[in-house]
Nanobody, 119 residues
Framework: QVQLVESGGGLVQPGGSLRLSCAASGFTFSNYAMSWYRQAPGKERELVAS????????NYADSVKGRFTISRDNAKNTAFLQMNSLKPEDTAVYYCHVKVGVFRLYNYWGQGTQVTVSS
């Protein structure tokens, strides 16, 4: 079955950096786009960044453009989110996401990893 396992979250000071990883299994990773979402307390889950199956195309939320970089390693079935110049408003649980299917696409989510930006 499809599994997504995030890692790399933690506590960091404003201006610091973190790199999140998403290890995927149970599907042909190189065939599907991957995304990172986040959800802050009391707020809706929002799309942070997405990347095409080959890695040739990326898309970012305006709030993270120029600070975050999404990437993937298809040989290792892993997606990444490099987060630089972190701000307190980046504090949230970050989720890895993929839509997988043949005749119909199903949403799959990881368990999430907490990112806290605070001094």
């Amino acid at each position: 079955q499809v599994q997504l396992v995030e890692s790399g979250g933690g506590l960091v000071q404003p201006g610091g950096s973190l790199r999140l990883s998403c290890a995927a299994s149970g599907f042909t990773f190189s065939n599907y786009a991957m995304s990172w979402y986040r959800q802050a307390p009391g707020k809706e889950r929002e799309l942070v960044a997405s990347i095409t199956s080959t890695g040739a195309g990326t898309n970012y939320a305006d709030s993270v453009k120029g600070r975050f970089t999404i990437s993937r390693d298809n040989a290792k079935n892993t997606a990444f989110l490099q987060m630089n110049s972190l701000k307190p408003e980046d504090t949230a649980v970050y989720y890895c996401h993929v839509k997988v299917g043949v005749f119909r696409l199903y949403n799959y989510w990881g368990q999430g990893t907490q990112v806290t930006v605070s001094s």
